[in-house]
């Protein structure tokens, strides 16, 4: 790792599934003009390869050998989620499906696989700062980040926003079917034995569910004015004094 990937500020958004994560994490960095790491979606490319090399989901030394080969990269967009390929095919919508998030969360269930994907992840922290988003982003893979934020929300308001989502991506699932999914997958992501999903214990917890999208953001910009680790340049839409920051 160079100095200035070791130097990089880092904030972790951590939560589960359907808390609009992806999303506000995405705005964020785009705000401060930092990098971001979906790292759910690097758990979901390697469900979607083990489908495709046809390796079960409980083979754990042959997904650790895939999850250390994975060939996939992220191509950065503005104001948008990256682009992402597998293996040279375009994969960025494919991976979205709830049969491939489930997949995730059975592989990412599985300590060798986390190991494997543990320096691919840290490989994303460069200057000028990264938002990292997932579920083990401050407690395990970066926990001496400067910020960590973790967002609350209820299975049901989860579970509506998730079928907003799908809906308008022409995916037909009913309501009940994605609370009953969503309930498995947290019960998978937070009891499993390795990185399972918790709060740091410096994390500031957001509940989310009176809140809109923006709300979230500006709430975490607030937090973001708060921390003196933060350079004072890092917000140039808002202009904050050097002394606010630096004080
Ligand atoms: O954030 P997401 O819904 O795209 O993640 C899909 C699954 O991947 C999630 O249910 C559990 C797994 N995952 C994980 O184990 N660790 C992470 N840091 C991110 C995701």
Sequence with gaps: MTRQQQ???????????????????????????????????????LGLAAQKHSVALDN?????VLAQH???????????????????????????TEKIGNAASIVGALPAVRTALLSRQRDF????????????MGTVVFPDAELKIFLLASLEE?????????????INVTLHDLIEELRARDRRDKERAVAPL?????????DTDPLT???????????IYQKKAFPATLNPVNKITDMSVAE
């Excluded at 095919?89 to 979205?96: G, H, P």
């Excluded at 922290?125 to 083990?136: H, I, K, Q, S, Y």
């Excluded at 989860?158 to 022409?170: C, D, H, I, M, T």
């Excluded at 918790?198 to 957001?206: L, Q, T």
């Design 7 to 45: 130097n990089a500020p880092i904030i972790t958004i951590d939560g589960a599934s359907g808390t609009g994560k992806g999303t506000i994490s995405q705005l964020l960095a785009d705000r401060l003009g930092w990098n971001f790491l979906d790292s759910g979606a690097l758990y979901r490319v």
């Design 60 to 64: 754990e030394p042959a997904l650790e």
């Design 70 to 96: 994975l060939d996939v990269q992220f191509i950065a967009r503005k104001n948008d989620f990256p682009r992402i390929i597998l293996e040279g095919e375009e994969v960025t919508d494919l991976i979205r």
């Design 125 to 136: 922290r460069e200057a000028p700062g990264l938002v990292a988003d997932g579920r083990d």
């Design 158 to 170: 989860r579970a509506s926003r998730r079928l907003k989502q799908l809906k308008e991506r022409g």
């Design 198 to 206: 918790k709060p740091a214990e410096d994390a500031i917890c957001i």
């Design 213 to 223: 999208i923006e709300q979230v953001v500006e709430r975490m910009m607030s937090e």
